[in-house]
């Protein structure tokens, strides 16, 4: 049966679907996408399945129901809602395909409205959903991240439900892609990092957020600056330090306001993501002992995250690399960052 039969068929009620929520249980090569972010008239990027139940058997079977090339066709998005069907399938190997499709997407929605529509935050809503469970399965994050997993997954539910926050991450991928992909990363070791400390839910939870928005000031740097290949100027260098108090300050107006429930660390952290241990670090130059408990912290993973992706000006460093570096970096007065967290952070990245 081709994919245009089977969807006939399927269409015309003859076919059993298998309603089904979150994600699937024991191993599973496919995923599970709303079709309300499907863009009609847009050519999908990858293939699409429907769950349907096997006949005269126990179980289900993935039949599929739209090709690489074919086009959503708004139509069919009736169709299934009016069976109660509100999701499709993908296979997992396809993850960078359905990104770069959400991408292209919500950059059609952004040009179509100087608004941040509903249906924008829909998109961006799956889209953050996706870049975790990409950013998950990194090897330079290291394999303690995925113990986090549902933990992180709190979280994020927490920002899809706050609309000030999902505006804020809207706005950071607006700005700059990488700089959203850094945040997310922080965010996934930030968590899982607290939680090998044996720091509680709620504690890992509120790092984890301060993580999500610690580079908010960023995106009041001119890109020019932002992907600049060749070394920055005194006067670019100067404008770039401005970002954690353009970040304080823009959390500040939110909080209580468009943003309910951001922790009050985020605040703080925002502003002291790049102290140094030696005191040596900006904007305030803080010794250790004046910094939040979790400043050198943020510190170290936000360096260490740095380090091991592409840059415009150089390529990423292996994780091992990265940590060498760390480990060697010295102020006027000293190391950079924290001895002992630089030591539970390298047990960190290699636990088993």
């Not at 959203?180 to 939870?205: D, I, P, Q, W």
């Not at 140094?276 to 010794?287: E, H, I, Q, V």
Request: charged share 25%.
């Amino acid at each position: 049966m081709d994919e245009g039969s089977f969807r006939e068929k399927l269409l015309s009620a003859q076919v059993k679907t298998v309603y089904s929520s979150g994600e699937e249980a024991g191993p599973s090569p496919y995923t599970p996408l709303s079709i309300s972010v499907l863009f009609p008239g847009e050519k999908i990027t990858f293939d699409l399945y429907l769950k349907v139940a096997k006949k005269e058997r126990r179980g289900f079977e993935f039949l599929p129901f739209l090709q690489e090339g074919e086009a959503w066709d708004r139509q069919w998005l009736e169709r299934l809602t009016f069976k109660g069907i509100d999701r499709l399938y993908f296979r997992k190997n396809d993850l960078e395909h359905l990104i770069a499709y959400l991408n292209n997407y919500l950059q059609i929605l952004k040009h179509q409205s100087k608004k941040v529509s509903p249906a924008l935050l829909a998109v961006f809503s799956e889209h953050l959903n996706f870049s975790v469970r990409r950013a998950l399965q990194l090897p330079r994050l290291g394999p303690a991240v995925k113990e986090a997993k549902s933990h992180i997954e709190n979280l994020i539910g927490w920002v899809q439900h706050d609309p000030g926050a999902i505006k804020m991450m809207w706005k950071i991928l607006y700005h700059d892609y990488n700089l959203y992909n850094h945040s997310l990363n922080l965010c996934l070791m930030g968590v899982a990092f607290l939680l090998n400390l044996k720091y509680s839910a709620t504690e890992c939870r509120d790092l984890g957020v301060s993580a999500l928005f610690h580079d908010i000031g960023m995106t009041r740097i001119p890109q020019e600056i932002v992907f600049k290949e060749g070394p920055l100027t005194p006067a670019e260098q100067a404008e770039i330090r401005t970002h954690p108090e353009l970040g304080h300050q823009i959390l500040k107006r939110k909080v209580g306001n468009s943003l309910s429930s951001l922790p009050k660390e985020a605040l703080r952290l925002t502003l002291e993501h790049h102290e140094n241990a030696d005191g040596s670090g900006y904007p305030r130059g803080l010794p250790l002992n004046r910094q939040h408990p979790w400043t050198p912290i943020m510190r170290l993973l936000d360096s260490y995250d740095s380090l091991t992706v592409n840059r415009p000006y150089r390529g990423a460093f292996k994780p091992f690399n990265s940590l060498k570096i760390l480990k060697d970096s010295h102020g006027p007065r000293g190391p950079i960052y924290d001895s002992q967290i630089m030591k539970n952070f390298i047990t960190f990245l290699t636990a088993d």
